[in-house]
């Protein structure tokens, strides 16, 4: 079935550094999306994706829509303690059935 | 203000116990999902519903039972037959217009077993 893979699985990192992630697919998505999840909390939509090389922006997040539709990046600039939690990629199912696809999350840890 | 409400945050299961977890959403939205999230890993889907009174198993529905008599309502009965409960479990809602709709999600309810 449909996979999405992320990485890094774990990052730890100095508060102000910028963070580059990524998400692989073997197959093609035409929408790509982007949660954070914070501790003990379900998770948020930061962007959503639609169109192949599309770049989006939210404060100081960006994400892009690799061209090939198998993959897509999320960077953070400077970040910042709150940054810290679970970021998921996630895609519709090849099925028509309303049904998402996640990644395995990536956890990033920010250093004060 | 709409939204996805979750009840409780902790529950606490004992061996041979079924319990329900509760999920409600004010946002009038057709479909409902529940999720498992065990550490390090991804959300699995248990069970979803596209529409009140119909409801499809996901990748891990053993275990668990669902109902949807109501839109505004989904909850989820852990069984004593799910062997390994202990999880933070994730109700999302999102509208039905196409293929597939945005997940809105609600804050979770993590279960422990006594």
């Known amino acids: 079935g449909q996979q999405l893979n992320q990485s890094p699985q774990s990052m730890f990192i100095q508060e102000g550094e910028d963070v580059s992630m990524n998400c692989t697919s073997s197959?093609?998505?035409?929408?790509w999306l982007w949660y954070k999840q914070d501790p003990g909390e379900g998770p948020v939509l930061l962007i959503a994706?639609?169109?192949?090389?599309e770049l989006t922006s939210n404060g100081r997040l960006t994400a892009q829509f690799g061209t090939t539709r198998k993959d897509s990046f999320l960077n953070i600039s400077a970040s910042i303690p709150s940054d810290v939690g679970i970021y998921f990629c996630?895609?519709?199912?090849?099925?028509?059935?309303?049904?998402?696809?996640f990644g395995q999350g990536t956890t990033l840890q920010v250093k004060p | 203000d709409g939204g996805i409400t979750q009840s409780p945050k902790y529950l606490f299961r004992k061996e041979g116990q079924n319990v329900t977890l509760s999920c409600e959403q004010n946002?009038?939205?057709?479909?409902m999902y529940w999720y498992r999230q065990d550490p390090g890993q991804g959300l699995r889907l248990i069970y979803y519903?596209?529409?009140?009174?119909?409801?499809q198993k996901g990748d891990i529905a053993e275990g668990y039972s669902v109902s949807r008599e109501k839109k505004e309502s989904f909850p989820l009965t852990v069984t004593s037959a799910q062997k390994n409960p202990t999880a933070f479990y994730l109700c999302?809602?999102?509208?039905?217009?196409?293929?597939?709709?945005?997940?809105?999600f609600g804050p979770g309810t993590r279960l422990l077993v006594l």
């Open positions: 197959s093609i998505f035409n929408t």
């Open positions: 519903s596209q529409i009140v009174n119909d409801f």
């Open positions: 996630a895609g519709p199912g090849s099925s028509n059935t309303g049904k998402l696809i």
């Open positions: 994706l639609y169109k192949a090389g």
């Open positions: 946002l009038n939205h057709d479909a």
């Open positions: 999302a809602s999102s509208i039905v217009r196409g293929s597939w709709e945005t997940q809105y």
